[in-house]
Nanobody
């Protein structure tokens, strides 16, 4: 199982970043993929998910309208475009493969996790 998250970094408030999650084809061919984040001292929280084939998406209320999840099946990669970032978005962002083709906001419904990429938003 291979998941590689990348694209994090330091950005100012109002800026943008695009995260990538490269997955192995066999692992993710029929499964939804999600993004979660964890800030220091806080629990891991759902950010967004996308079904692998249908492209159905869902977002946390806190990021709706600012973040966009997408996928490129040819590259076996899922993206998270993050715009209008604010300091509350500072966290380690993780991508994960769901147990089914349908995504979930519950982290327990994901079976494989990437190593995480740090996103820091400065004021």
């Amino acid at each position: 199982v291979q998941l590689q998250a990348s694209g994090g970094g330091l950005v100012q408030t109002g800026g943008s970043l695009k995260l990538s999650c490269a997955t192995s084809r066999r692992t993710a061919s029929n499964n939804a993929v999600g993004w979660f984040r964890q800030a220091p001292g806080k629990e891991r929280e759902f950010v967004a998910h996308i079904s692998w084939r249908g492209g159905g998406t869902s977002y946390a209320d806190s990021v709706k309208g600012r973040f966009t999840i997408s996928r490129d099946n040819a590259k076996n990669t899922v993206y998270l475009q993050m715009n209008s970032l604010n300091v509350e978005d500072t966290a380690v962002y993780y991508c994960a493969i769901a147990r089914s083709s349908y995504g979930s906001t519950d982290a327990k419904m994901y079976q494989y996790w990437g190593q995480g990429t740090q996103v820091t938003v400065s004021s």
